[in-house]
């Protein structure tokens, strides 16, 4: 499975690309991130950041797409521009039907390091093991969305699974329900 990993922000958007499934190794495809000027048209800026993550989706083909979930935080301004951020990373995904996860930063920490109060060196140092690095990718979002991608691949691979698994069971069912005969009601 590749994956899409987005940590959404206004002034730099971190993308990472992995490559990879439960059980086996992962690989990295692609990190970095999208700038825009502080200074500029909050329109301009989501613009670019909307060139930016549709470049790579395609340059880089994911199957799915994980960003960050927006939590709450005293600065109201940047919980707006993360949010607005991470609604154009979503946007861009839905518009071309690639399914869509967002995963808490602790969920993500969790998953890499296996304590959801992680810092973010220990995040970085541990993404950069996962994926054969010689050091951790830089800037911090640019690893941040790296972790996203690998908590999807190795959580949100689960819950796929659960999911059809599911679907199935409710379809299996509902087969058996209609291949039951209608009882007569006069007994005959």
Avoid: Y
Wanted: aromatic share 2%.
């Amino acid at each position: 499975m590749r994956v899409l990993g987005v940590d959404p922000g206004l002034t730099r958007c971190g993308l990472g690309v992995v490559d990879g499934s439960v059980g086996r190794p992962l690989s990295l495809t692609a990190v970095g991130v999208v700038r825009t000027e502080p200074g500029s048209d909050l329109a301009d800026r989501l613009l670019g950041i909307e060139r930016g993550i549709e470049r790579w989706l395609d340059d880089h083909a994911p199957e799915a797409v994980a960003v960050e979930r927006v939590f709450a935080q005293h600065n109201v301004s940047t919980v707006m521009g993360t949010a607005q951020a991470s609604a154009v990373a979503i946007t861009c995904a839905a518009r071309r039907g690639l399914p869509v996860a967002l995963h808490t930063p602790s969920e993500a920490k969790a998953a890499i390091t296996g304590s959801g109060r992680a810092d973010k060196a220990q995040v970085q140092a541990m993404v950069a093991r996962l994926l054969g690095l010689e050091a951790a990718p830089k800037p911090a979002d640019a690893a941040d969305a790296l972790a996203l991608a690998i908590c999807h691949i190795w959580r949100g691979g689960a819950q796929n699974r659960i999911a059809q698994a599911q679907q199935e069971l409710a379809r299996k069912v509902e087969l058996a329900r209609r291949s039951r005969p209608i009882p007569d009601p006069q007994g005959r």
